[in-house]
């Protein structure tokens, strides 16, 4: 077993039905209590697509407030996070002489 850290790739741009449907099972799940449908987690869903945010961390990491999406500050820092290798994050974590 290893514990290395794993980077996220993305898989090719969901289209528009795979985003509804993925939005659909999100608002039936209950899990997001801050959308009122399929149609706002759908949105939320997009709005991470264009930053290159997986659905469930967009889910997570926008919030729906007065009626605009809003990007979390957990997500702000995703883009650099996702340019570090594992190496580096280490390094910026634990510092150079790692953990």
Same mark, same amino acid.
């Given at each position: 077993?290893?514990t290395a #850290? *794993?980077?996220?790739?993305?898989? $090719? @741009? #969901?289209s528009?039905?795979?985003m509804?449907?993925i %939005?659909?099972l999100?608002a039936? +799940?209950?899990?997001?209590?801050?959308?009122?449908g399929? &149609?706002? /987690?759908?949105? !939320?869903i997009?709005?991470? @697509?264009?930053l290159?945010?997986?659905?469930?961390a /967009?889910?997570?990491?926008?919030?729906i407030i007065k009626? !605009?999406? /809003?990007? %979390? $500050?957990?997500?702000? /820092?995703q883009? *650099?996070?996702?340019?570090l290798?594992?190496d !580096? #994050? #280490? +390094? &910026?974590?634990y510092?150079?002489a790692?953990?």
């Open positions: 077993m290893t #850290l *794993a980077r996220y790739t993305s898989p $090719a @741009q #969901l528009v039905q795979e509804m449907s %939005g659909d999100f039936q +799940s209950g899990l997001f209590t801050d959308i009122r399929a &149609a706002q /987690a759908t949105t !939320k997009i709005a991470g @697509q264009e290159g945010i997986p659905p469930f /967009a889910m997570n990491g926008f919030h009626g !605009k999406a /809003a990007m %979390g $500050a957990n997500l702000g /820092a883009p *650099a996070l996702n340019e290798d594992n !580096k #994050l #280490l +390094s &910026a974590c510092g150079a790692g953990l």
